[in-house]
């Protein structure tokens, strides 16, 4: 349940609208029920969200005698979610009353008109003030109104193999200062550590948002002084492009994967990099830095199929740092998910209360510990019930302060993509880092139909 998601298709679309009728019907005419709808686990590994809901369902009927929660879980893959819940949305047939929303596609939903503004609900709800600015932004629309609540966020960094690290020399805790000393790292673990995987970057169409966001982007934003977004400008409303700071980055990927510090190019490139990473190459000790995600840690707990108790031992954390070391010294970017009601639900303000049920401070505090999630809520962060309950959490949570959240507009799906395929470029070595930025330019201008400004 995590912000990689992957571009929808219009295969995908046609599959969803015949798969529909296995996700639940839709939210009827009864007033007293109301249906919320979530992604349920493929592998059956992870029960997390299934039991929180379940205890949520609990509770809110328990507090509100004659009404009912009906949970309709969504079993499928990233993309199949989004394509199915979208398909969901279109009608008030199917339309379920609360639904799960990756900020990666809130915007387009918006646009699309299958949510609804919850400003008036949120006007009166005291508790949204506890809620940090920057998360409140992920569920923003371009007309300034908020479609949805955040029920945690996600921060990036460096994880790494302490004990790889000092087979190469290299002192711990370590914490590198610029991009110079992350990849001389990676040179010096290839040349005193064979047989691991000195340093990965995910990058690549088949990674998806992942490609983007945890490779792509944790560099771009760490170009400039944090004070202005790389990829959008907001002053003209319009894409960035032919930006020295797009080029660097894509420099960096090249060099990776070029001097052969990342992955072999073949499995870089294969979709399941990411789990092939944190639940397999990384619990054996073959892989020496890796920039991810804060949520690893939920595939290594108790009965999550790659358990793995000794993690916090064996891996030290690091912020990655700006390009040159400038302020403020860190970057990180954020996603996260939102709870959002569809334009067509039929219980919106039966939807909001449950919605209020789950963002609690004691049932929010649940939910971050149990789903390694980080705390969008200031008086969770400053909980020590919730600081000490993982290890890193801190660290993750000490980020947001700090973090960048996506453009996550309308174009920026298709521009996501973009991103990946210049990415892939000069991973392969089919293209020149100048070239692979030309070819995003050019792509840049269809996906956002024009509305792009050059920047130097």
């Known amino acids: 349940m995590r912000p990689t998601a992957p571009l929808l298709t219009a295969t995908a679309l046609l599959l969803a609208a015949g798969t529909l009728t296995a996700c639940g019907g839709g939210s009827g005419s009864d007033a007293n029920t109301v249906k919320v709808s979530y992604k349920q686990s493929t592998d059956n590994m992870s029960k997390v969200p299934d039991t929180y809901l379940a205890a949520m369902k609990k509770q809110f009927e328990k507090e509100n005698p004659g009404k009912k929660v009906e949970l309709v879980p969504i079993k499928a893959p990233d993309a199949e979610y989004y394509t199915k819940l979208q398909q969901m949305l279109r009608s008030p047939k199917t339309a379920p009353d609360l639904v799960y929303e990756d900020t990666f596609l809130v915007n ?146 090249e060099t990776v994967y070029k001097e052969k510090l990342g992955p072999d190019v073949s499995d870089a490139l294969d979709p399941n990099i990411g789990t092939t990473i944190r639940g397999e190459l990384l619990p054996k000790g073959k892989v020496g830095i890796d920039l991810d995600g804060s949520w690893l840690p939920q595939d290594w707990i108790k009965g999550a199929g790659h358990e793995w108790p000794e993690w916090s031992q064996k891996l030290g954390l690091a912020y990655m740092p700006t390009q040159n070391g400038q302020a403020p010294g860190k970057v990180s970017m954020s996603g996260g998910w939102t709870w959002a009601i569809p334009a067509k639900a039929h219980n919106p303000d039966l939807a909001f ?64 993509t973009a991103i990946q395929e210049a990415m892939e470029s000069v991973t392969t070595g089919d293209a020149s880092v100048d070239k692979a930025a030309s070819t995003y330019d050019d792509q840049l201008k269809t996906a956002a139909d024009g509305k792009v400004v050059s920047k130097p």
């Open 108 to 253: 387009s939903d918006i646009t699309s008109g299958y949510l609804k503004p919850l400003d008036p609900y949120l006007a009166k709800w005291a508790d949204w003030d506890q809620f940090i600015d920057t998360a409140k932004t992920a569920a923003k629309g371009q007309d300034g109104k908020t479609y949805g609540v955040p029920d945690g966020t996600d921060t990036r960094g460096l994880w790494y193999d302490k004990a790889i690290l000092k087979k190469a020399g290299i002192r711990t805790p370590w914490q590198p200062k610029n991009w110079n000393e992350v990849l001389d790292a990676a040179r010096t673990i290839k040349a005193k550590v064979p047989g691991v995987t000195p340093l990965n970057v995910y990058t690549g169409k088949p990674g998806g948002e992942q490609s983007t966001m945890q490779g792509f982007e944790m560099l771009l934003y760490g170009t400039g002084d944090g004070s202005s977004d790389p990829l959008y400008d907001k002053a003209s409303d319009k894409w960035i492009a032919g930006s020295k700071a797009f080029k660097d980055s894509l420099k960096f990927v």
């Open 353 to 416: 209360d449950f919605i209020k049920t789950m963002q609690t401070k004691e049932n929010a505090r649940r939910w971050y510990i149990a789903n390694s999630g980080i705390a969008v809520r200031k008086d969770v962060a400053a909980d020590p019930k919730y600081i000490q309950a993982q290890p890193g959490i801190k660290f993750f949570t000490d980020l947001v302060s700090t973090t960048h959240y996506r453009p996550a507009y309308p174009a920026y799906p298709k521009v996501s």
